[in-house]
Every structure is written in structure tokens, then in C-alpha cells.
């Protein structure tokens, strides 16, 4: 239960003096819909206000705050600006501008002869000094104490800075002195304030670097005892020693030996499984290092002890492939594999019902449809989830609760992730990397192409199957146009068919599932020659004799797109292209041009395959926002830490957390009772009602 003392935090944001419904909309746009949400709602920038006596010329392009007296009244014609002339105290001129053609709003804010205190930025127009739009206009009675820093905040339309503002400053009022729950030695050495200080702090002045840093590191300390309270919990929990006995993987027929990498991944796999503690494991490797080999044996040794295992895929065409690789590598094994999706209806749908009920199916391949509540397994030991970061802790838990005791864990990812945000998005898992590429796989030339140079790609994509290859074409991801991607790729597929007949095929998210897999069966059967997509062929497809993927408006997305995109050629033995087809933007002389982040990306993939070099690159040039989508919802959300808080302070963070489990009485001793609060504060309590149950 929430401690009693951030009650007046967790209240709506209607109890907030002066909020009705008609400002709680803007502020719910926000996402503000309670008074610790508007806490939280940090200022992004600030404005410097300098007070000056008079106009000078060596303050154009500060906001300034001066007092005026308004000597004459210019309107343009229409609805053209209307002009204010002014003086200082000395005498020099200044034009005040309003646009908008409501000359009367300019009158009757500076009657002619009265002084007027005014705030606005000084700017240059020819040699004449003007103010447009100053934000504050007031007789020198009414002079408001204007601070000389301003915090500026995000709004939404209805709500103003000044309002946000004063929001802020009511919530800090409402927020209670808590109890201080950082480590006393790393809050002295840091020079810290306490928590409510903080927040005040930042509030008043938004560049208070050391306050900030104090509220993120807050944020980052919950979220990090969250998740050892969670490996905590499961490591105290009873499940299935499985000891496999090597007889379903010794009569394995594999076409090369495993990669040391698998092999390594593979006993650790084997020693988790063989522990009465369920295994949490997360599989990260790399666009074809091999997961599914490792996880095909993490199961046969779950069937060799005697249960069943399953294996949960994002997308039908995922779960689909996956079946169809294992009935492949299994042919031969007496082991039964089923596939259950949403789209199994009727007979064969109860029929893998009923053998997951008896046992006669060993292995389940299927999307959430395996985890529904008609569907029981007869001794579910193991369930894998591929692309971990497209399921939260939710489906999670939802699928251990298929067993009697909690199941082993295997959770997969082809986004290899940077470590610190390993870190903090799955510190409760233990981690490994298969950073080896199996043998035969061949690095991908990459090549970066303006879109100017269009039809000379075309003309190579010609060449390219009138040999008798195939290739991937995807569609850029098309913003503030109302074109949709699905458009973008509609056409290109039309253009490329004029031009190459009937041997172009396009698949895109808004198919049904029988349609799409059709068009993809088609592609891989090498009846179509080019598939034209949008980034739904971004996981997961394997079409060994496709050697060419061509990426269009490539800097419109992010580098681990880009490298899972690229990861779809170069599977077979054939040498690989991926070309990066860039738009930019049109610069001087009709020139296209690339930003300095666009043009640092494609560098990063043209000189790179290493998906860990590239997601550690990723991290550093656009911080970890949604970088690599690293989690879904549910799952870890950061209000206050950026992501190079989270890169900065991760470490001290685990450590001090590990501190206050290991020697501080964890959540029962007295900074124990101060970090329950934060966890609380911070929404990260799931974790205590875990330790509860466990």
C-alpha cells in the first residue's frame, strides 16, 4: 500500500487550487492528470531577462526589461503590423510591434505619454531597434518582481508558461519533506540537496546542473532496486530443475559445428535450467549470430528432462518461420511441434489444444494466442520469447502463469543493446551475447547514395535480376506529408512494375496475415524477384538467395532499424549490398544536403556490420530515448533522467542499491523504510508487492 505521506502527490490534479475541467484538458494532454505528474513536468528551457535604464544597440537579441513611454501610433493598412513608437528615459526610439491587425490591442497598452515597464526581446531591423510581441506589458504600479531566469515549460494549447508556472510551484508546495533515501556518503561526496530542495530548485531555475542531477539519479535509484527486488523474488521461487540427457541433441544433424559463442551460451543455458531457481535469462545477439540454434537446444534439453517448452514470437510471420525451422532442424527427432496463432480455427486448433493438454506436444510455437486462457499446457517447464523488447513484464508473467511452478525463461533479442541501458531496462535478467557470427556469413557492403542518383540504383536493381537475384526494397517512413508509408510504397512498387513487369511484389502492416503470407511464400519461392516493403520485413525474414536490399530515405530512420533492416541480406553464401538511398533536405544551389546526425548514421553503417558498435553508437549520437524501442508498456519509463542520466548514474545506482539489499536490511531497515517511498513515488512499486508474494 502507498505510504500515507505522498497521499496529497497521488491526488488528481483538480484538487490543485484553481483547476477545473477546462484546464485539466490541456494538462491532460500533457499527460499531467495528477499533482506528482506536474511535480515531475520539468522545465525544458529557460529565458534570461536583462533589466536595463536604457536602449542600446549591444543588447540586441536579449529579452530585456525596460521602462517606455509610448509617443505615437503607426497601423499598416489591412491587416498589416501596427507600430508602437517609444521612448526610454533618454529619449531613444524603440517600435513595438504587434501583428494580428487589431491596432486597438497596441492603444490600450500603451496610452500615448505614460510610462509602461515592458519585457520583450531587443532585436535589429535595418538601424532601427524594435521589440515584436513583448510578453509583458504593465504600468510601473502594477510591476511584477519578474525573476531574472524564467523557466519555460512544455505546454499543450489552453495553458500558458506563467499558469504551468504557477502549477509547479503550488505542487512543490503540496510535496512532503521525505525521508532521504540515498547511501549518506554518496549524497555528501555529490554535494546533493535533499529531495524536495531539488525539485524547488529546478523549478526556479532550470539550469541547476547539480538538482537535476539529484532528481535523476532518484529516478534511475527506484528503478534499479525495483529491479533487484525483482531477481530477488525470483531467485527465491521454486521451479523445475531440468537436466537434460543429450539424447534428442546428439542425434541433432547440424550443417556446421555451433559458433564458440553458442557453445558458451548453450552451458550457461544448461547450467540455469539444471537449478530448482527458474532461469531469467536474456538471449542478445546480433542479425544472424544464431539465437535460434541456441534457443532449439535450450529446448530439446527441456524436452529431454520431460516438459514441454514454448516459444512466444512477436508477428504471425514470426512465429510461422520459426515453426517452419524447427520442423526442418527436429525432422527425423521424435519430437512434436505445433504452431498456434490467432488465426488456427476449428479442429486443428482444438486438436493442439488437447495434445498441449496431454503432452504429446512438446514444443508450442505461436504468438499471445499461447498464452489465452483456454490454453493449458501438461507441464509447461520453458518458454522462450523472441524479441524481448516488443513484450512487457505483463505477457511475461501472464505465460509463467501457464505452470504449476514458474517456468525457466529464455527472452531473446536481435537489438543488440548498449550496456548501461542493459542495465536499467533488464537488470533482472542475467545476460548473454553471442558477438560471433556463424561461419559462411559474409559482411554486407553498404553503400550511401544520394536520392538524385535514383534511377542509377534502379538501373543496377535491373542488372541485379536479369542475373537472376533477388531484392529487398523499403519505403521511407514518411512524416508531416499526408502521404502514409503504405502510399510511399504503393508507388514505388507501380514505378518499379512499369519498368520490371510482374516480378515485383509489395507487402505492407495493413495486409491480413494469410494475404501478406502469401506475397512473402511468393518471394521466397523465388516467384517474385523484388519485394517491396515498408519496415514490416524489419524482424525476422529469411530469404537466403535476396542479396540486395535497397533502403529509400534512409536518414529518415534510426540506426538499429537500419542494421535489422540491412540483417535481411547476407544469409546465404552469395556476397550482400545494402544501399542507403538518402533524401536530406534541399540546401544552396538546388544542392541536397544531409544534418550532421543523418550523415554521422549512414557513416556508422557503411563502415560497420557489428550491431554492438552500432547500438553503443546509437546511444551516443541521440542519447536512449526509444532507442532500439528498448521496452514496451509496463515497462521502464523515465520522466526525469535522460537517457545519458541513465548512461552517467546506472552504476552508482546498482551499487547502491546492492548496498541497501545486501547491507542495510534491504526494505526493512531504516533508509529501507526511505527507498519503499521512492518506489512508490516513482511508480516503480510493482516491485514491493513482489517481495510481498514472494
Known amino acids: 500500500m502507498r505510504p500515507e505521506i505522498l497521499n ?250 555451433p559458433t564458440g559463442a553458442q557453445a558458451r551460451t548453450i552451458r550457461e543455458i544448461e547450467g540455469d535450467l539444471a537449478q530448482a531457481t527458474p532461469m531469467v535469462r536474456l538471449l542478445q545477439g546480433d542479425v544472424g549470430a544464431g539465437k535460434t540454434l541456441v534457443a532449439t537446444m535450450a529446448m530439446l534439453i527441456a524436452v529431454e528432462a520431460g516438459v514441454q517448452a514454448a516459444m512466444l514470437a512477436p508477428t504471425e510471420l514470426l512465429a510461422r518461420q520459426h515453426y517452419e525451422t524447427l520442423q526442418k532442424t527436429l525432422a527425423g527427432l521424435p519430437v512434436t511441434v505445433a504452431l498456434l496463432t490467432g488465426r488456427e480455427k476449428g479442429r486443428a486448433r482444438e486438436s493442439t489444444l488437447m495434445g498441449l ?94 536520392c538524385e542518383r535514383l534511377e542509377e540504383v534502379v538501373e543496377g536493381l535491373g542488372r541485379h535480376i536479369a542475373a537472376g537475384g533477388q531484392a529487398y526494397w523499403v519505403c521511407p517512413l514518411v512524416e508531416e506529408s499526408e502521404q502514409s508509408d503504405l502510399t510511399a510504397a504503393e508507388e514505388r512498387a507501380a514505378s518499379l512494375r512499369a519498368r520490371f513487369g510482374e516480378t515485383i511484389a509489395l507487402v505492407h502492416g495493413r495486409m491480413k496475415g494469410p494475404e501478406k503470407d502469401a506475397v512473402m511464400q511468393a518471394f521466397a519461392a523465388g516467384r517474385a524477384q523484388v519485394l517491396v516493403a515498408t519496415t514490416v520485413i524489419e524482424v525476422g525474414v529469411d530469404v537466403p538467395n535476396a542479396t540486395l536490399m535497397v533502403i529509400e530515405g534512409a536518414d529518415r530512420f534510426g540506426l538499429a532499424q537500419l542494421h535489422q533492416l540491412r540483417g535481411r541480406v547476407g544469409r546465404g553464401d552469395k556476397p550482400s549490398t545494402c544501399v542507403l538511398l538518402w533524401q536530406g533536405f534541399g540546401g544552396e544551389a538546388g544542392r541536397r544536403m544531409l544534418s550532421d546526425t543523418s550523415k554521422a548514421r549512414l557513416l556508422t553503417m557503411k563502415r560497420s556490420n557489428d550491431g554492438f558498435f552500432i547500438a553503443e553508437e546509437d546511444l551516443r549520437l541521440r542519447g536512449a530515448g526509444e532507442i532500439l524501442g528498448t521496452r514496451q508498456s509496463g515497462d521502464a519509463k523515465f520522466r526525469i533522467a535522460q537517457p545519458e542520466d541513465v548512461a552517467e548514474l546506472v552504476d552508482a545506482a546498482t551499487a547502491d542499491a546492492r548496498l541497501l539489499v545486501d547491507r542495510d536490511g534491504g526494505l526493512e531497515g531504516q533508509r529501507g523504510q526511505a527507498a519503499r517511498t521512492a518506489l512508490y513515488l516513482f511508480e516503480r512499486d510493482a516491485a514491493v508487492a513482489l517481495l510481498r508474494a514472494g
Request: net charge neutral; no cysteine; charged share 25%.
Open 8 to 257: 496529497p502527490l497521488f491526488a488528481e490534479v483538480e484538487a490543485m487550487k484553481g483547476v477545473g475541467a477546462g484546464l485539466a484538458k490541456p494538462l491532460g494532454k500533457l499527460g499531467l492528470n495528477r499533482v506528482v505528474d506536474v511535480l515531475f513536468h520539468l522545465p525544458v528551457t529557460w529565458i534570461d531577462r536583462r533589466k536595463v535604464d536604457v536602449l542600446d544597440m549591444a543588447d540586441a537579441g536579449a529579452i530585456v526589461v525596460i521602462t517606455l513611454t509610448a509617443v505615437d501610433y503607426r497601423s499598416s493598412a489591412g491587416r498589416g503590423p501596427s507600430r508602437i513608437h517609444a521612448t526610454d528615459k533618454d529619449g531613444n526610439y524603440v517600435s513595438i510591434i504587434y501583428f494580428g491587425g487589431n491596432p486597438g490591442w497596441g492603444k490600450k497598452l500603451f496610452p500615448l505619454g505614460e510610462a509602461r515597464i515592458v519585457s520583450g526581446k531587443l532585436e535589429m531591423y535595418g538601424q532601427e531597434l524594435q521589440i515584436v510581441h513583448p510578453d509583458l506589458v504593465v504600468p510601473p504600479a502594477e510591476a511584477v518582481d519578474l525573476p531574472a531566469r524564467e523557466p519555460v515549460y512544455g505546454l499543450s494549447e489552453g495553458l500558458t508558461n506563467r499558469r504551468m508556472g504557477q502549477l509547479a510551484a503550488q505542487a512543490i508546495e503540496r510535496a512532503p519533506d521525505l525521508p532521504e533515501w540515498i547511501e549518506p556518503s554518496l549524497l555528501a561526496a555529490r554535494e546533493w540537496p535533499g529531495w524536495r530542495e531539488a525539485l524547488a530548485r529546478v523549478h526556479a531555475d532550470p539550469a541547476d546542473k547539480v538538482a537535476r542531477t539529484r532528481l535523476a539519479y532518484d529516478e534511475v535509484f527506484a528503478n534499479q532496486l525495483a529491479l533487484m527486488l525483482v531477481r530477488a523474488s525470483s531467485r527465491r521461487r521454486r521451479g523445475t530443475p531440468l537436466a537434460g540427457n543429450g539424447r534428442l541433441r546428439d542425434a541433432l544433424k547440424l550443417p556446421y559445428a
Open 357 to 450: 493438454a496431454d503432452g504429446s506436444i512438446d514444443l508450442l510455437v505461436g504468438t499471445h494466442a499461447i498464452f489465452q486462457e483456454a490454453v493449458a499446457y501438461r507441464r509447461l517447464g520453458l518458454a522462450v520469447i523472441d524479441e524481448q523488447h516488443r513484450f512487457g513484464v505483463a505477457e511475461r508473467m501472464l505465460l509463467a502463469a501457464k505452470a504449476e511452478r514458474p517456468p525457466h525463461l529464455l527472452a531473446m533479442t536481435a537489438t543488440p543493446i548498449p550496456r548501461t541501458l542493459t542495465l536499467s531496462q533488464y537488470g533482472e535478467m542475467d545476460v548473454s551475447r553471442l558477438d560471433e557470427m556463424p561461419p559462411g556469413r559474409q559482411p554486407i557492403a553498404t553503400s550511401v547514395i544520394s
